[in-house]
């Protein structure tokens, strides 16, 4: 079993920025890819973004150019720097864990 805690959501205007961290615990024994996806309100859970093991990140394009997603593998955390964000990027945040680990959310909310 993995566990993840997320950390990091709050409420910012539009144009700001806020930085998630989600740490990995458990059977973390082997590097695996860790990303991050978010929920809004009455719509799906939906990617945004994830690193492979080397470091390798992969976004959303509706993220790309704004955030971007980073890991620190010796302590099993991965990262999502938000900036230039916009109400629509209001969202609670999931962290993910191969194959299908997830955290409980952290809540993101961006005030125009």
């Known amino acids: 079993q993995v566990q993840l805690v997320e950390s990091g959501g709050g409420l910012v205007q539009a144009g700001g920025s806020l930085r998630l961290s989600c740490a990995a615990s458990?059977?973390?024994?082997?590097?695996?890819?860790m990303g991050w996806y978010r929920q809004a309100p009455g719509n799906q859970r939906k990617f945004v973004a994830t690193?492979?093991?080397?470091?390798?990140?992969n976004y959303a394009d509706s993220v790309r150019g704004r955030f971007t997603i980073s890991r620190d593998n010796a302590k099993h955390t991965v990262y999502l720097q938000m900036n230039s964000l916009t109400p629509e990027d209001t969202a609670v945040y999931y962290c993910?864990?191969?194959?299908?680990?997830w955290g409980q959310g952290t809540q993101v909310t961006v005030s125009s």
């Open positions: 690193i492979s093991s080397g470091g390798s990140p």
């Open positions: 993910w864990y191969f194959p299908d680990y």
């Open positions: 458990g059977s973390t024994f082997s590097i695996n890819v």
